[in-house]
């Protein structure tokens, strides 16, 4: 099978995404993965190659179609939209020029031209004041994409550990306060279709408890006993090899074991928390449900260090190999084919080369 078309998103321009995603296209062990496109301004991934001194060569293509994969080239679908940029600025062009990334991606994947989606930061400051009326990239995707809400799902991955959540971006006391055994049992029948779309037979699924000790049968809550306990019984009636509420403070160790293939976080920090302290820049966040994989690190913008040249790309280097390594499995289940090779290579009079911050 050929490497799958990846499209990358430029990110907030004036953040670290230009340089994670520069950096990680640099890093050896992504050679012969995929194919990399940058949707982005042109100027502002050539600055990024100088600010890291970066060997690589910037090529403008006219689309996914001219992509050759070579390890030393940047392949760059020029959106021409910003000039130069204050690194660490929040400024309403710079979101509007991170939303026309994803929404240019996006298209391209609609179309069948890419093959999956890695997305560098965006501020979510910034893409307020440039027009966007979104809270975050999810919300932004299921919409470009045309994906009810609750069809998209994020899982987290780190090394064994996958996991789902059920709420996410509510304060912590109305994710509780929505909590009902209806939507645990969706959420678990939900998490169990999705693995079995990325290759899992009867996935092992393990429900993470909201109270200490899982409740201690009443004594420390009432919701394990009223509400997530049925919902694991309606679950596995419904055919899903699931267990719990299983303690927190034990179910995301025993996962990273092995133990189980996926784990139902009940609220956002609930899962966070148990990978970012394991691996705050290896933890991989993807979007699914979509018609190709979304993959992100799961870091912000870091507006203090942007355009220093010091980012950590582990997080971007782990995004991709999990796009590359997932994106297949996904485009089986829709029905569709990886983007095809290029017919020939794009002729070197087209491009621009950075090398070491040469020009």
Do not use: W
């Amino acid at each position: 099978m050929n490497p799958p078309v990846i499209g990358l998103t430029m990110g907030d321009p004036a953040g670290v995404g230009p340089e994670i995603t520069v950096a990680a296209l640099a890093d050896p062990s992504l050679r012969g993965l995929a194919r990399p496109l940058v949707v982005a301004d042109a100027g502002v991934i050539e600055r990024a190659i100088q600010a890291a001194g970066l060997p690589l060569e910037v090529r403008r293509v006219a689309g996914p179609e001219d992509v050759t994969g070579e390890h030393d080239v940047v392949h760059v679908l020029d959106l021409d939209n910003l000039g130069d940029v204050e690194f660490g600025r929040v400024r309403g062009e710079y979101g509007a020029a991170a939303v026309e990334s994803i929404e240019v991606t996006c298209a391209l994947a609609r179309e069948g031209r890419i093959d999956a989606v890695v997305t560098a930061p965006i501020n979510k400051e910034a893409i307020r004041a440039g027009g966007s009326g979104f809270p975050g990239h999810t919300e932004m995707l299921g919409s470009l994409f045309g994906v009810p809400p609750a069809q998209v799902v994020t899982m987290f991955v780190l090394e064994k550990l996958r996991i789902f959540f059920l709420t996410r971006h509510h304060p912590l006391a109305t994710a509780i306060a929505q909590l009902t055994t209806e939507q645990v049992r969706d959420g678990l029948l939900r998490v169990n279709e999705l693995l079995g779309e990325l290759g899992f037979t009867d996935p092992h699924i393990a429900l993470a408890a909201l109270n200490p000790h899982a409740g201690e049968n009443g004594l420390i809550g009432s919701e394990e006993n009223e509400i997530l306990g049925p919902a694991v019984a309606a679950a596995r009636a419904r055919g899903v090899d699931a267990v719990g509420p299983v303690p927190a403070d034990a179910v995301f160790f025993q996962a990273r074991q092995g133990r189980y293939d996926g784990v139902l976080s009940l609220y956002h920090d609930q899962g966070h928390i148990a990978a970012k302290t394991v691996d705050f820049f290896g933890t991989v966040s993807c979007t699914l449900g979509l018609p190709v994989l979304r993959a992100s690190v799961d870091h912000g913008t870091a507006f203090d260090i942007a355009g220093k040249g010091i980012a950590d790309p582990g997080g971007q280097v782990a995004a991709m190999r999990v796009a590359a390594e997932l994106a297949p499995g996904v485009l089986r289940v829709r029905g569709r084919k990886p983007a095809p090779t290029p017919i020939q290579s794009p002729q070197h009079g087209d491009s621009v080369t950075s090398a070491g911050g040469q020009q």
